[in-house]
């Protein structure tokens, strides 16, 4: 059974930075997207990023691009997101999803609150 956990949520003012996980279980990276997808107060799900494990590459939605940083741990099963310069439209609720390449978002997290305000 595919297991997703995430972490780290929390209240951050603006400006600050916040690292959220998502440990794994029951899947293997190898051959797998994992992504990140949030979803604000009162509104629709909003993809984030992503990272294909074949290649690594990383791939970023513009409201995020060049603040928040995917990586993942293959060694602890573990994706994190790395966010700075973080904004109050940031505020969602962040889940991690993974699945392989024809199925990328098969298995999602419980979800992660994440704050951003003065």
């Known amino acids: 059974e595919v297991q997703l956990v995430e972490s780290g949520g929390g209240l951050v003012q603006p400006g600050g930075s916040l690292r959220l996980s998502c440990a794994v279980s029951g899947f293997t990276f190898s051959g797998s997207i994992m992504s990140w997808v949030r979803q604000a107060p009162g509104k629709g799900l909003e993809w984030v990023c992503s990272?294909?494990?074949?290649?690594?590459?990383?791939y970023y939605a513009d409201s995020v691009k060049s603040r928040f940083t995917i990586s993942t741990d293959n060694a602890k099963n573990t994706l994190y997101l790395q966010m700075n310069s973080l904004k109050p439209e940031d505020t969602a609720v962040y889940y991690c999803?993974?699945?392989?390449?024809?199925?990328?978002?098969?298995?999602w997290g419980q979800g992660t609150q994440l704050t951003v305000s003065s």
């Open positions: 999803a993974a699945g392989p390449y024809d199925q990328p978002y098969d298995s």
């Open positions: 990272i294909y494990s074949h290649s690594s590459n990383t």
